[in-house]
């Protein structure tokens, strides 16, 4: 029965903002999974010629040129001609790359966008050179199947439209939220970054122990990715919160009030606040490892 829900879809049926009416250009340097599922995105208002990838992998751009009839390159200082680039490259890579951009920069500046996790955006500008708009993003996986969570952040020298447009290219792989300030982005990378190996882990913890009662695998492996995605999308489009769902499906003296004391019982939202602090601090300790300049 579902008379307790009031639906309103805020994620599942959102509408999408076009990149622009100017339809400006965009440059990605790297050509990874993230950066394909954006161009992928995109492209639904983005015309390909607008596009360009640049990627030392000569196999890869013949792949993402097949696949979205999109431009590319190897050269990555061909990209700050364009209106905006995104840095889709490792972290660990992400100095070098910058460095080596500064020197190409011209006067009309583009708009930066790094999805390279762990990276401030203090410390980009300061490797590109100085007084660039610079918007970083801290998505997550399941933007691969348009169903992502990303944070943005911009520094002092973003304007207005660019912040639009930084959200919409954002907005092609699912929802976007803005931060206040940069202490924000380790929480949202213990929260949501990393939160998908979460759910994971439980659907993997749930399948398994349907098996140890009695179920053969596919059947656990199918009943619980159901199981998981209409919980998730019953929580998404319900005006009720999270703790108020569980207690309309918790029956006194029923099977679900058994599982969720046994949850209770063994330290359940300790264990949550634990793992998500860990991921946290990790986070941080990370981002001062790869703002620290090469020597």
Known sequence: MLEFFNFRNPIYNQSRYKIDPMNPSIAFIGGGNMATSLIGGLLSSTKPDQILVAEPDANKCDELQQQFGIQTTADNAKTPGYDIVVLAVKPQLLQN?????????????????????????????????????????????????????????????????????????????????????????????????????????????????????????????????????????????????????RAKVTSKGGTTEQAIISFETAGFHQMVKQALTAACKQSKVLADELGKDDS
């Open 97 to 245: 790359v910058c460095r080596q951009l500064a020197g190409s920069i011209g006067e009309n500046r583009p708009l930066f966008i790094s999805i390279a996790a762990g990276v401030r955006s203090t410390d980009i500008n300061r490797w590109l050179g100085g007084d660039n708009a610079i918007v970083r993003c801290m998505p997550n996986t399941p933007a691969l199947v348009q169903t992502g969570a990303t944070a943005l952040l911009a520094n002092e020298n973003v304007s207005a439209s660019q912040k639009s447009l930084a959200e919409n290219v954002l907005q092609s792989v699912g929802i976007t939220l803005w931060l206040k300030n940069e202490n924000e982005i380790d929480a949202v990378t213990a929260l949501s970054g990393s939160g998908p190996a979460y759910f994971f882990l439980l659907m993997e913890a749930m399948q398994k122990t349907g098996e140890e009662l009695g179920l053969d695998k596919l059947t656990a492996q199918k009943l619980t990715l159901q199981t998981a995605l209409g919980a998730a999308r019953m929580a998404s489009e319900s005006e009720l919160d999270t703790a108020s769902l």
